[in-house]
């Protein structure tokens, strides 16, 4: 089993920033890719960003690069995520994922285990 614990969400401003953290336990978290995900109200959950095992490659959904940066910290047991120049449309519960592969991925079918998750709101 892996447990898995979003931290940092909260109420910025639109042009704020915020960063996310997911810490990892039960297994060995650097063998295995991780990602972020989020779910507005009334959207389906839709993929945010992605990190490999070793930390590259590292994918984004359109809409976030140039302002979202994904980052790991194997010896902390830790995936972050940088979100910088938020938008209203960023306002979600944003959920960290992992997967048993190395390599990341953007379906959310490949993911094996999912963190509770943790609200972000971005005010107009």
């Known amino acids: 089993q892996v447990q898995l614990v979003e931290s940092g969400g909260g109420l910025v401003q639109a042009g704020g920033s915020l960063r996310l953290s997911c810490a990892a336990s039960?297994?060995?978290?650097?063998?295995?890719?991780m990602g972020w995900f989020r779910q507005a109200p009334g959207k389906e959950r839709e993929f945010v960003a992605a990190?490999?095992?070793?930390?590259?490659?590292?994918y984004y959904v359109d809409s976030v690069k140039g302002r979202f940066t994904i980052s790991r910290d194997n010896a902390k047991n830790t995936v972050y995520l940088q979100m910088n120049s938020l938008k209203p449309e960023d306002t979600a519960v944003y959920y960290c994922?992992?997967?048993?592969?190395?390599?990341?991925?953007?379906?959310?079918?490949?993911?094996?285990?999912w963190g509770q998750g943790t609200q972000v709101t971005v005010s107009s």
């Open positions: 990190i490999s095992w070793s930390g590259v490659p590292a």
């Open positions: 039960g297994r060995t978290f650097s063998s295995g890719a």
């Open positions: 994922a992992a997967d048993s592969a190395k390599r990341a991925t953007w379906d959310q079918k490949s993911y094996d285990y």
